[in-house]
Nanobody, 120 residues
Framework: QVQLVESGGGLVQAGGSLRLSCAAS????????MGWFRQAPGEERELAARIRWTDSHTYYADSVKGRFTISRDNAKNTVYLQMNSLKPEDTAVYYCNASTVVAGITLDSWGQGTQVTVSS
């Protein structure tokens, strides 16, 4: 299974930028998808962006499309989330996720989370 460690969160003013990093170690699979989920206190966790490791196919939530970019670095076993034009509504704990299906069973790994706070 994959171990994930996030970094890069912090406090930024509206309109600013941050780049989150998620370093993966341990067992990895070419079929893995990796994504960034976010969760604000009292709200449900939602998927912000996802990338497929095999071909870099990406998905973005409508709320972040055009502002966020997810990418990967195979040599560093790291996935990034470049966040531009940040809004206060982007404030949340961001969690890195890795997921794959093996023999019909879904396997998930989660990072510890990194706080992103966007001030007005």
């Amino acid at each position: 299974q994959v171990q994930l460690v996030e970094s890069g969160g912090g406090l930024v003013q509206a309109g600013g930028s941050l780049r989150l990093s998620c370093a993966a170690s341990g067992r990895t699979f070419s079929s893995y998808t990796m994504g960034w989920f976010r969760q604000a206190p009292g709200e449900e966790r939602e998927l912000a962006a996802r990338i497929r490791w095999t071909d870099s196919h990406t998905y973005y939530a409508d709320s972040v499309k055009g502002r966020f970019t997810i990418s990967r670095d195979n040599a560093k076993n790291t996935v990034y989330l470049q966040m531009n034009s940040l809004k206060p509504e982007d404030t949340a704990v961001y969690y890195c996720n890795a997921s794959t299906v093996v023999a019909g069973i879904t396997l998930d790994s989660w990072g510890q989370g990194t706080q992103v706070t966007v001030s007005s």
